[in-house]
């Protein structure tokens, strides 16, 4: 082997090391809660009938930006030693199956709940503090989630409406119910369209066992967010009894059934 590849070879493994130390000593997690009447635009792109609550997304080992951990991997980013296999984890959520299937479904047409939260669990379980304890983690996500003070309707301060809102307005009332600043994510259900859709409320809690210490977002909004102007960021909040069937070329809605 000759002097480059050595330096190669090293130079990876030096990077392997720095993501593996990376993905053990995050800072925080995200808890993302979707609102499915925004998430299921066409509504035919998720199953019936449409929950009618914010649903979770998942609980998401974040680094200090707030970009997420990434998703084990044992040579790139062996966070944990001997995590617990997505394949093997529904076996160990039988006590809690019920809650999931209630509060955690999977929404798209085509997609089982199962293969929902395998996905969770390979991409951010995994990596969090109950990586050998997928009970442990999808039970600890469900707990949060069961805490009143972070019930987003309550939390940012309006209803579902036909009228759009201002996106720091949402944010705004957040800080003021619950004391820190969240995320919030959007969504684009039209290409192009400067009209955006609140897609998902995201908590960001301080690492800790059990995790019960909130702080602000780093990010307070995401890409799909900032991607509009400053003075255009509003988001349509959709009725969760209304389902959208058409929107036209700017985001509005044509038809609701």
């Not at 093997?88 to 939260?117: C, H, K, M």
């Not at 301060?157 to 949402?170: A, E, F, H, K, M």
């Not at 969504?187 to 702080?215: A, D, M, N």
Request: net charge negative; glycine share 6%; charged share 20%.
């Amino acid at each position: 082997m000759g002097f480059k590849q050595l330096l190669a070879v090293a130079a990876a493994v030096v990077a392997s090391l720095v993501v593996s130390a990376h993905g053990s000593d995050f800072p925080m997690y995200k808890l993302s809660l979707t609102w499915p009447s925004s998430l299921c635009i066409p509504r035919s792109s998720c199953k019936s009938p449409i929950p009618a609550a914010f649903t979770i997304h998942g609980l998401w080992p974040s680094c200090e930006d707030g970009t997420g951990v990434p998703p084990y991997n044992p040579c790139a980013n062996k966070c944990f030693a001997n995590p617990t296999s997505p394949e093997s984890i529904l076996a160990t959520l039988q006590p809690i199956i019920s809650d999931l299937r209630r509060r955690w479904p999977n929404l798209y047409v085509g997609q089982s709940d199962e293969d929902f939260w395998k996905h969770e669990w390979s991409n951010h379980g995994m990596c969090s503090d109950h990586s050998q304890n997928p009970l442990g983690y999808f039970s600890e996500t469900l707990k949060l989630d069961e805490i009143s003070k972070y019930d987003p309707l309550e939390a940012l301060g309006v209803q579902p409406s036909t009228t759009p809102y201002q996106i720091d307005t949402l944010l705004e009332n957040v800080k003021r119910h619950v004391g820190f600043y969240p995320q919030i994510s959007c969504s684009r259900p039209v290409s192009g369209s400067k009209q955006l859709y609140l897609k998902e409320i995201r908590y960001c809690f301080k690492r800790g066992t059990p995790i019960s210490v909130l702080q602000d977002c780093p990010d307070e909004m995401d890409n799909v967010c900032r991607s509009v102007d400053p003075l255009q960021r509003t988001v349509m909040f959709p009725h969760a009894t209304t389902a959208i069937s058409g929107l036209n070329a700017t985001g509005e809605v044509l038809a609701f059934t």
